[in-house]
């Protein structure tokens, strides 16, 4: 009884660990790509308005506006992994969430099951219930 739904638990664990992976590997890969193109478009693109901007500014003034340029970029990308960032932490709280209930409707689940295993149910049951409690306050911030 016990032991079916612990397997029920790792599986759903398992699970979860290798879509998270194949998730990650594919992602890593299209990003990996799209990096190397966006450089090396972003070389031809600010070498081609570099040359146009000097023949019509000067050179020191082209270089001064591509730098400038570039700077906004750079704010740019500040604003957008911030944003990301607040999402993704609004994602790891939704989750967080949804793997309480299951964990407490698990736990309710049991509850049958455990009233007639006696005083190693309630051992169990009591075990349980301080993991689920500590489990949240327990957790990395590495995501």
């Known amino acids: 009884m016990l032991f079916g739904a612990a397997r029920l638990v790792a599986g759903m ?7 998270i992976s194949r998730n990650a590997r594919a992602q890593g890969i299209a990003i990996a790509f799209l990096a190397l193109f966006a450089v090396v478009a972003l070389v031809f693109f600010l070498t081609t308005a570099t040359v146009a901007l000097a023949g019509w500014l000067g050179l020191l003034e082209a270089l001064a506006v591509m730098s400038g340029v570039a700077l906004l970029a750079c704010l740019g ?6 944003a990301q960032d607040k999402r993704r932490q609004r994602q790891k709280a939704m989750e967080a969430m949804q793997d309480r209930r299951l964990m407490e409707t698990a736990a309710i689940s049991l509850l049958p099951q455990l009233r007639g295993a006696g005083l190693l149910g309630l051992g169990v049951l009591a075990v349980g219930a301080f993991l689920l409690s500590r489990r949240d306050a327990e957790r990395p911030e590495d995501d």
């Not at 664990?13 to 879509?19: E, F, L, M, P, Y």
């Not at 990308?77 to 911030?82: A, F, K, P, S």
């Open 77 to 82: 990308t500040i604003l957008v992994i911030r």
């Open 13 to 19: 664990g398992a699970a979860r660990v290798r879509r």
